[in-house]
């Protein structure tokens, strides 16, 4: 009985896994790592999706529904993350339209103390 149970989890995990993986070389174009398999499991379960509930009918719906919600969670991330770092003072410098702070002028006449060195 206890078998079984540990089984069917075990498979349902597995299952889950498969969409992840795909999803995850879609992205890099690549192979993945074990630990980016795991890691976007981890992200996919942070916005409500669990495999353990793994259900034959349901189930492309469901992850294909915790994919969407989790780029929806991403780009608001980063639009906050973004928002922040224009607010913050930090980030690019702006750009400078006169010649203060700008590199000394070449060729002034006269050579320079170190040329002979």
Not at 31 to 58: C, I
Request: glycine share 8%; charged share 15%; aromatic share 4%.
């Amino acid at each position: 009985m206890v078998k079984n149970a540990i089984l069917r989890t075990a498979l349902v995990s597995m299952i889950a896994i498969v969409p992840a993986i795909s999803f995850a070389q879609s992205i890099h174009n690549g192979p993945v790592t074990r630990a980016q398999v795991l890691q976007e499991l981890a992200d996919l379960e942070s916005v409500g999706y669990n495999p353990a509930m793994g259900n034959e009918v349901n189930y492309p719906e469901n992850v294909q529904a915790a994919m969407r919600r989790l780029e929806a969670k991403r780009a608001s991330e980063a639009r906050v993350a973004q928002q922040d770092l224009s607010q913050s003072g930090y980030g690019a410098q702006p750009v400078q339209t006169g010649d203060a702070g700008g590199p000394a002028a070449a060729g002034n006449g006269e050579p320079p103390a170190y040329l002979h060195h």
